[in-house]
C-alpha cells in the first residue's frame, strides 16, 4: 500500500522556535526533498510580499516526484473566499495543491472564530470549492479534529463532509494540541475511515508520541501523513519523518519513498545544515550513533552478525555502522577501528603485537582524559601511529600567543589575540604571524599561514567548531579537553586535544586537526 507522505517543513516545521529558511535556502530544502520522493512539500504561505515574491519564485522550479503545495486558512466568518485576499493569492499561486485548514471542534469555532457552527461549515465549502475551480488539488486539514471529535463527534463528521463535498481530495485529521494518545488516534482514524477516504494524519509531539500517533492513524487506514524533518516545528515539534518513514516502510511494509530511502541519511542533515539547527545525532535511524556500538560485547556481536545488536542494515536509510574505542572495548572493537581507519587496507588479527599496543596506548590516552568518540580524526593518526603509517608534514619549533585588552573596556569585541608561530617543513622554516578572533583562531590563522608555502590545500580548511570541557575538580588547575570540528567544505573531522593548559590542549586538536587533513582527506579517491 502507498503511503503519501506530505513533508510540512518549510510552514509548520519553520514555526520552530530558533527556525528560520532564507528564500534560497526553501528552494535548496524542496530539491533535496522531491529527490528523496516525497509526495507533497508544503512550500508556505503568501500572506505576504516575501510570501508572494517566493510563490512567483517557485513558478519556475521543476519537481519530480512531488507536488508543490500552498497553505492557507478558511475565509473569515461573513467573508465569501472570492472575497479573502490570501485564498485569491492561494489560488493563483502557480503549484498545483493547496492545504486548506478549517476548525472541527465547536468550541474553537465558538471562541477563537467567534461564529456559528453553520458559518464554519460555509467558510469550509465556500474556500475548498473555490481553490478547486482554480484547478488546485485540495487537501483539507481538519484543524483540532481528535479535540473536537472527543467533544462532539457529530459535528467533527459534519466538518469532514463539508470538505469532501466541496471536493478536498483528502481529509487530514489534525492533532493540533499534541495531546491525543496513539489508541485514541488509532480509533477514532478506524472510525472516520469506514465512511470517509482518503484519510491523512497530522500530530503534533506535545506528549512525545506525534510518531506513535501517526503509525497508529496509518495501522487503522489513513494513507496519507504529515510531518516534519527531524520533528521540527511549533511548540514540540511535530511527527518526525526521519523516524516515521523507514518506520512505515521497513518495519511496516508501506511503500512511501520506494527506493529512494537509501537518501534518508543524507537529505535529513543536509536540511538540518540548511536550517542551521545542531543536527541531533542520536536520532533513530539517521543518526550517527543509531549504528554506533562501544560495549565490548555489542562490538564482538556485531562483528559475528549485525543481526546480535542492529535492528536493520544501517545502510537501508544511507546510514553508517561505526564502533566506538572505550574502556569498554575489547580487542574485538580495536582490530575493527584499525581496519576501518588504516590506509591499504591493513588487516590484523587479535594476536598481533600491535593490537595489544593499540589497546595499551588507547585506554592509557583515556586514561589521562582523551575521549574517542568524537574525535575520529585523532583517533586515525593514533591509529596510523601504531601501525607504522603515520607521516609527520610539520614540526613545531615554536610559538607564543598573546591576548591583550587594547582599549581597556569590558566589551568583548575590544580583546584581540594574536599568534606567532615557527614550523620546520622538511628542514625549511617558516616563521608567521596572525591576529584572530581569541587566541585559538588566531593560531588556527597564524599556522595556516605559515603551512601555505608547502600545502596549499590548508587554504580551504576552516573550523566549524570548538568545544571546551573541563574533566576533573581542580579548579584552576583543572585539566581541560578541547574538542575542534573542522571542514574542507566536502568531508568533516573532528580532533581531540587534552591538558592543563587550554592553549596547549587547543593546540593539540589544532595539530591534529591539519595532520588530518594532510595524512587524509586530501588522499581521498576522486568522485567518479
Not at 274 to 282: D, I, P, Q
Not at 295 to 317: C, L, M, N, Q, S
Not at 424 to 432: C, D, F, N, P, R
Request: charged content about 25%; aromatic content about 6%.
Amino acid at each position: 500500500m502507498k503511503i503519501e507522505i506530505y513533508d510540512t517543513t518549510l510552514r509548520d516545521g519553520a514555526q520552530g522556535a530558533g527556525v528560520s529558511f532564507s528564500p534560497e535556502d526553501k528552494l535548496n530544502v524542496i530539491r533535496a526533498l522531491d529527490s528523496l520522493g516525497i509526495s507533497y512539500i508544503e512550500a508556505g504561505m503568501v500572506a505576504d510580499d516575501a510570501g508572494r515574491d517566493f510563490f512567483r519564485a517557485l513558478g519556475d522550479v521543476r519537481t519530480e516526484n512531488a507536488k508543490l503545495c500552498v497553505f492557507a486558512p478558511t475565509a473569515h466568518p461573513g467573508v465569501g473566499a472570492a472575497d479573502s485576499e490570501l485564498l485569491r493569492d492561494s489560488a493563483g499561486a502557480p503549484v498545483p495543491c493547496a492545504a486548506v485548514f478549517g476548525k472541527s471542534s465547536l468550541f474553537q469555532v465558538r471562541e477563537v472564530l467567534r461564529t456559528t457552527p453553520e458559518e464554519n461549515l460555509r467558510m469550509i465549502r465556500d474556500s475548498v470549492s473555490y481553490l478547486k475551480a482554480a484547478g488546485k488539488e485540495v487537501v483539507f486539514d481538519a484543524e483540532h479534529f481528535f479535540d473536537g471529535y472527543s467533544d462532539s463527534p457529530d459535528y467533527a463528521l459534519r466538518v469532514l463532509d463539508a470538505a469532501r463535498e466541496a471536493g478536498a481530495s483528502v481529509l487530514v485529521l489534525c492533532d493540533t494540541n499534541g495531546g491525543m494518545l496513539p489508541d485514541v488516534v488509532g480509533m477514532t482514524t478506524e472510525r472516520v475511515c469506514r465512511d470517509f477516504g482518503p484519510v491523512g494524519i497530522h500530530t503534533h509531539n506535545d506528549l512525545g508520541m506525534a510518531v506513535s500517533c501517526s503509525v497508529s492513524s496509518v495501522l487503522a487506514g489513513a494513507c496519507h501523513v504529515q510531518g516534519t524533518v527531524s520533528g521540527i516545528g511549533e511548540r514540540c515539534g511535530n511527527a518526525n519523518l526521519n523516524t516515521l518513514i523507514p518506520l512505515l516502510q521497513l518495519k511496516l511494509g508501506f511503500d512511501c519513498v520506494g527506493e529512494k530511502i537509501r537518501l534518508l541519511t543524507g537529505t535529513a542533515k543536509y536540511v538540518n545544515e540548511t536550517a542551521n539547527l545542531t543536527f541531533n545525532e542520536s536520532e533513530p535511524f539517521v543518526g550517527a550513533y543509531a549504528f554506533t556500538h562501544k560495549a565490548g560485547a555489542h562490538i564482538d556481536g556485531v562483528r559475528k552478525d549485525p543481526k546480535t545488536f542492529e535492528h536493520i542494515d544501517p545502510t537501508a536509510v544511507g546510514n553508517l555502522r561505526n564502533t566506538v574505542i572505550s574502556d569498554l572495548s575489547g580487542r574485538a572493537a580495536v582490530i575493527d577501528r584499525i581496519r576501518a581507519l588504516a590506509q591499504d587496507g591493513e588487516e590484523l588479527g587479535k594476536d598481533d603485537p600491535r593490537v595489544a599496543e593499540a589497546v595499551r596506548v588507547l585506554r592509557e590516552k583515556e586514561r589521562g582524559g582523551y575521549v574517542y568518540e568524537q574525535a575520529e580524526g585523532s583517533l586515525s593518526l593514533v591509529v596510523d601511529g601504531i601501525i607504522g603509517k603515520r607521516a609527520s608534514h610539520f614540526e613545531l619549533l615554536e610559538f607564543k600567543v598573546i591576548a591583550e585588552d587594547v582599549k581597556g573596556a569590558e566589551k568583548d569585541e575590544q580583546m584581540k589575540s594574536s599568534a606567532m608561530i615557527k614550523i620546520s617543513v622538511g628542514g625549511a622554516e617558516e616563521i608567521t604571524a596572525a591576529e584572530g578572533n581569541g587566541p585559538v583562531n588566531a593560531m588556527d590563522r597564524a599556522l595556516r599561514r605559515a603551512l601555505a608555502r608547502f600545502y596549499p590545500e590548508v587554504g580551504g580548511m576552516k573550523l566549524n567548531d570548538y568545544r571546551v570541557r573541563v574533566i576533573d575538580s581542580g579548579a584552576t588547575a583543572s585539566s581541560v579537553r578541547v574538542l575542534i570540528e573542522s571542514t574542507d567544505g566536502v568531508t568533516v573531522w573532528r580532533t581531540v586535544g587534552v591538558s592543563t593548559d587550554i592553549i596547549n590542549a587547543s593546540w593539540q586538536a589544532l595539530r591534529d586537526s591539519v595532520e588530518y587533513l594532510l595524512s587524509h582527506v586530501t588522499k581521498r579517491p576522486a568522485a567518479e
